[in-house]
């Protein structure tokens, strides 16, 4: 799953690396950045890689990160216990469920998921919990996996920090400029966002420069 | 979740006699019976209950109900173990998540699925253990699962026959011509699909007459 951002295309080159063959699954939902859609797409096809493209759209929003009614919150404290509007309800249980489908049509094994549980926003559908718990489920929905040919959803990054990420992107030759994580999808990436400050703080503390900021 | 058919129009009917205030969720998918959508828009509009409709395709097919060069299968062996083409992979996995979604952002307590594993095709997501693990599951992906605010999927069909769905259909005097199942979506029912035929038998075995067959 692909979504044009640091974690998400660090994970697929960390696919690469262990010499898998993935297929890149991009979601178009509405989302304010949908410019990451861009960045995926192209960072998919710089690397001749098969992607999908699924667009959908969620009527009831329900996220400041859908809703033009409401504001990207900025500024905030980082590692807040605090959810913040840029939730999504589900959304990645949607994201997983379409992959489930490809996986299944497609007799892929492994569904490599960029979700990470330390540097981020506290995201329930970003915790180790949830993924096991999402797996098993997954195996019991599909006729592969009552089979006994079982799905399995990797994490990778789970446990890293950004700046752990950051540096693992270095090490893979992530094209950095190739990645999105502004939440609010402008020309240039607004710097007080969640996504920006993670990605700053990541950059600062390897002491390098972004960049999408020159 | 309201396809049109009768199982679900059943539960939805169902729901209304118990006093629930439903909000229907409706699915346009690319199935061959999108005739089916016109229906459960019909049997919510009827009832004046709020409704959407999600609309989304699956590019890897893989199924005989999405797929134009495949074709529905015809006089299949009710009840057999084998699994047929009409499957879906993932497809009910995904409608969840869809209401999943909506009930975390409407804090709606129950989703209510018309799967019935009794007269059915060997759906693997259509049984009580896939049920209770996407469950499981939905709770520990929400916020509000997490906060102990419990969703709970309900399938109250689940252990019925087509008869007496139809029967129970019939007590809660369900629009049955306005209840499609056919997964050809011609004109008329095919009268030879599964989902036919299911249905041909319930009518056959409560000697009554389908509206549809007029």
Tied chains: 1, 2.
Excluded at 28 to 49: M, R, S, V
Excluded at 74 to 91: F, M
Excluded at 97 to 107: C, D, F, G, R
Excluded at 154 to 169: D, N, Q, R, V
Aim: hydrophobic content about 35%; proline content about 5%; some cysteine.
């Amino acid at each position: 799953m692909l979504s044009g951002g640091l974690d998400s295309t660090t994970t697929l080159y960390y696919v690469l690396s262990k010499n898998y063959s993935p297929i890149c699954l991009i979601f178009d939902y509405g989302q304010k950045h949908k410019k990451e859609i861009k960045f995926a797409k192209k960072i998919a096809k710089n690397l001749g890689l098969e992607y999908y493209i699924i667009k959908f759209n969620l009527p009831w929003k329900g996220s400041s990160l859908l809703d033009k009614n409401q504001d990207i919150p900025i500024n905030r404290k980082l590692n807040s216990t605090k959810i913040p509007s840029t939730y999504v309800p589900a959304r990645n249980v949607i994201f997983l469920s379409y992959a489930i489908s490809l996986a299944e049509v497609m007799k892929v094994k492994y569904i490599f998921y960029g979700a990470n549980q330390v540097d981020f926003s506290g995201y329930p559908d970003c915790r180790k919990e949830f993924i096991l718990s999402f797996q098993k489920m997954a195996n019991k929905a599909t006729v592969l996996g009552n089979k006994g040919v079982k799905i399995e959803i990797k994490a990778p990054l789970l446990k890293y920090t950004k700046s752990e990420i950051l540096k693992l992107a270095i090490k893979l030759k992530v094209p950095l400029e190739l990645t999105w994580s502004c939440y609010r999808g402008k020309k240039r990436p607004c710097g007080v966002c969640d996504a920006c400050r993670y990605r700053k703080k990541a950059f600062l503390t390897l002491g390098i420069k972004d960049p999408l900021e020159n």
